[in-house]
């Protein structure tokens, strides 16, 4: 998308969002909010971004929630970028809202690259309607921090920062070792000295070494690289502090010293990849064997998945057919039981995947594979119910209306009365050799209309997303399962567009 939306361009699709929304004119953006020299001064001691993108962080932590929408409306019509916002955005975040733990009120960070992933493969009328949520919803989290002690990240201590040739090192000591204030040190070394590249493939093994926080470790590392490639490099400092933060967090006693189960498949994977034939990533893609390591990762314990896949590695099976039974069974478990924990199988794997397909070193994409097959195990343990189990590989379709338009609007009819009946309604739809990319693009406007919090943003855009990186046999049946966690064409229409509707009368 490009970067520099200008005025005229954003009456255009302001105007067309305006008609989506059921509204004539977005008439509340021509009431400029002022900027005083108070709210763009720096606090003492906290952070400080550089000087091109400061002034406008300081104005989105200081604009009041109810007004912050129509200030930054008034700002787009004066030539306010849309890469500038997202950038404002994520680095307001990272500055006010306490990366531990990784999930709750720092969604405001996590769903940034959500809501831009949503905004980019939307209609140009739509484009900005994620982006104005995310900036609600960062207002919402900011106050919580509030609430719960108004973290700020700190200042950075210069005299303290490594040296460029002994950066990387400092960093991993510290990152092994658990050491939050060495590696806040040393990451502030390592982002002035190394490549993006270099660097993340450091956070890619970190991000996944451990199972805390449901995956929120392996999201944010993975969002986090992937923001940075839109508002540019320059901005990685503070989100790389950010970061190394949040994946040190753990409770009770140092992981380093101890066998705690977050652990314990990582540090087993790790000692297993080696054995991993040479020629790992070609081999053959085979539904049989997807179907086989599905029915496994029904009982399998997580200490023994790494062990299953390397077995099928090396029997020559191409490393999709594992990732087909990774998404397949992640969609599974949200289909058992939809909820909070399940709904993070899918959005983890589509990080973990992200990462292996992003990552240059070997070894860690090894461990990206395992780690990621060995936590849905994990994940399988907080959402099994004593109900008798629903197996994604045998949904069977229900008819729906052979012609498109009614088709569709039947299965998201469906949504809000029976889900189960919706996803069988989904899979014939699709199975009838309907749009793909019609479910797709409607299931994000019933996203944006219906949406209520950052999880409907992070699950949808993995969801759609990974639907790409299935293969043919099985990617039905993983869109399918979404509709578990999808919005409904019949539920309440969301808070922001009433906030919207309500400034326009």
């Not at 956070?203 to 392996?218: E, L, V, W």
């Not at 690289?225 to 950010?242: M, N, T």
């Not at 983890?348 to 992003?358: D, G, K, P, R």
């Not at 009365?417 to 409607?442: V, W």
Request: net charge neutral.
């Amino acid at each position: 998308m490009n970067a520099s939306i200008h005025r005229r361009r954003f009456l255009q699709t302001g105007a067309a969002a305006g008609t989506l929304l059921g509204m004539n004119e977005l008439s509340f953006f021509s009431r400029l909010g002022s900027l005083s020299a108070t709210e763009v001064q720096i606090l003492p001691g906290s952070v400080q971004f550089r000087p091109e993108i400061e002034p406008l962080v300081r104005l989105l932590e200081e604009t009041p929630r109810n007004r912050l929408l129509e200030v930054i409306g008034a700002r787009i019509k004066k030539d306010l970028s849309y890469r500038d916002i997202l950038t404002a955005l994520l680095l307001a975040g990272v500055r006010n809202i306490q990366p531990r733990p990784v999930g709750f009120k720092f969604h405001a960070v996590l769903v940034v690259h959500s809501a831009h992933l949503a905004s980019i493969n939307s209609p140009d009328s739509e484009r900005w309607i994620p982006l104005f949520w995310a900036l609600d919803y960062f207002k919402s989290s900011q106050q919580r921090d509030v609430d719960e002690g108004d973290w700020t990240m700190s200042s950075v201590k210069e005299s303290e920062i490594p040296p460029a040739d002994k950066a990387r090192k400092a960093f991993t000591d510290a990152m092994d070792h658990w050491d939050v204030e060495a590696a806040d040190r040393a990451v502030i070394g390592l982002a002035r000295s190394g490549s993006a590249d270099e660097i993340f493939q450091l956070f890619y093994h970190y991000g996944s070494r451990d199972y805390r926080d449901i995956g929120h470790k392996a999201i944010y590392v993975s969002n986090s690289r992937r923001v940075l490639e839109v508002i540019g490099w320059q901005h990685a400092e503070p989100v790389l502090r950010s970061l190394a933060y949040a994946l040190l967090a753990h409770g009770g006693e140092n992981p380093a010293h101890h066998d705690y189960d977050a652990d314990r498949p990582g540090r087993i994977n790790r000692e297993q990849i080696g054995k991993i034939r040479s020629d790992w990533t070609g081999g053959e893609i085979k539904s049989g064997v997807t179907s086989e390591i599905i029915q496994t990762l029904r009982s399998i314990p997580a200490d023994e998945t790494g062990a299953l896949v390397i077995k099928h590695l090396n029997a020559g099976i191409h490393p999709q057919s594992i990732w087909d039974a990774v998404f397949t069974f992640s969609g599974e478990l949200l289909m058992r039981n939809p909820g909070i924990v399940s709904l993070h199988a899918v959005t983890t794997s589509n990080a973990m995947h992200y990462a292996f397909q992003t990552c240059a070193d070997d070894r860690i994409r090894r461990m990206l594979l395992l780690q990621n097959a060995s936590f849905l195990p994990l994940f399988r343990q907080k959402v099994l119910k004593p109900s008798p189990e629903q197996s994604l590989d045998l949904l069977e379709a229900t008819e729906v209306d052979p012609q498109e338009p009614q088709a569709i609007a039947e299965v998201f009819r469906e949504i809000d009365k029976d889900r189960l009946t919706g996803a069988k309604k989904a899979l014939s739809y699709l199975q009838l050799g309907h749009s793909p990319e019609e479910f797709i693009n409607t299931a994000r406007r019933y996203l944006f209309l219906k949406g209520s919090n950052s999880h409907d943003y992070k699950f949808s855009s993995a969801l759609l997303e990974d639907y790409y990186h299935v293969s043919p046999a099985w990617r039905y049946r993983f869109l399918a399962a979404g509709v578990f966690n999808l919005r409904g064409s019949e539920g309440k229409t969301n808070g922001l567009v009433e906030r919207v509707r309500a400034a326009l009368s």
